[in-house]
């Protein structure tokens, strides 16, 4: 464990922006370019919601609440991936979780970043 490290959570008003950053400095490069990468958010009182993933060949995928607003990516060389959130909505707040799946079925998890939207 330990593996990911996030940033970028915080306070923001309704129709702001944050860009959460995930970064696997101790992991070896081939195992982050192979894994799937995902964040996840849970809401107070509520389960965890697969929020965006996108694939080791760039494929992404979005749950409809957040598309046309929340954007996943990935920079291979710095070990590091991102969901940049434009149009923030009090629904969206909540902890941000980044994950990592391998293709041998292994999760790595960060710790958890608070994002809170106020109205």
């Known amino acids: 464990q330990g593996q990911l490290v996030e940033s970028g959570g915080g306070l923001v008003q309704a129709g702001g922006s944050l860009r959460l950053s995930c970064k696997a400095p101790?992991?070896?490069?081939?195992?982050?370019?192979?894994?799937?990468k995902a964040w996840y958010r849970q809401a107070p009182g509520k389960e965890r919601e697969l929020v965006a993933r996108?694939?080791?060949?760039?494929?992404?995928e979005y749950v409809d609440s957040v598309k046309g607003r929340f954007t996943i990516s990935k920079d291979n060389s710095r070990k590091t991936f991102y969901l940049q959130m434009n149009g923030l909505k009090p629904e969206d707040t909540g902890v941000y979780y980044c994950?990592?799946?391998?293709?041998?079925?292994?999760?790595?998890w960060g710790q958890g970043t608070q994002v809170t939207v106020s109205s």
């Open positions: 996108i694939t080791y060949d760039g494929n992404s």
């Open positions: 101790r992991m070896i490069l081939s195992t982050f370019t192979a894994n799937t």
């Open positions: 994950n990592q799946h391998s293709p041998s079925g292994y999760d790595y």
